[in-house]
């Protein structure tokens, strides 16, 4: 069983800061990557950013250069640190594991629950 503990979702004038964190637990073998992902009313689910455990990063063109992404590989854990937030970053935004729960194993994608992120004009 894995678990996604996301947290730091809120309500921030545009031009704010917030930080999401995403912590897992449970039967892990191994990570493969996490990210970020949201979801706006009436839109489709779309990533935001994600990292490998490589440490690569990659960004959706409407954050980069105002988000930031980041990993503490020993607790499987990670953060998005969002600056300059607009209106149009609003959504709920999802953390995603993809990862093998045993060795030998295909890898699996697990998603959060979800944490609302509300950006006032």
């Known amino acids: 069983q894995v678990q996604l503990v996301e947290s730091g979702g809120g309500l921030v004038q545009a031009g704010g800061s917030l930080r999401l964190s995403c912590a897992t637990s449970g039967s892990i073998f191994s990570v493969n990557a996490m990210g970020w992902y949201r979801q706006a009313p009436g839109k489709q689910r779309e990533m935001v950013a994600d990292i490998t455990s490589g440490g690569s990063t990659n960004y959706a063109d409407s954050v980069k250069g105002r988000f930031a992404i980041s990993r503490d590989n020993a607790k499987n854990t990670i953060n998005l640190q969002m600056n300059s937030l607009e209106p149009e970053d609003t959504g709920v935004y999802y953390c995603?594991?993809?990862?093998?729960?045993?060795?030998?194993?295909?890898?699996?994608?697990?998603w959060g629950q979800g944490t609302q992120v509300t950006v006032s004009s």
């Open positions: 995603n594991l993809d990862y093998r729960p045993r060795w030998g194993t295909p890898s699996l994608r697990y």
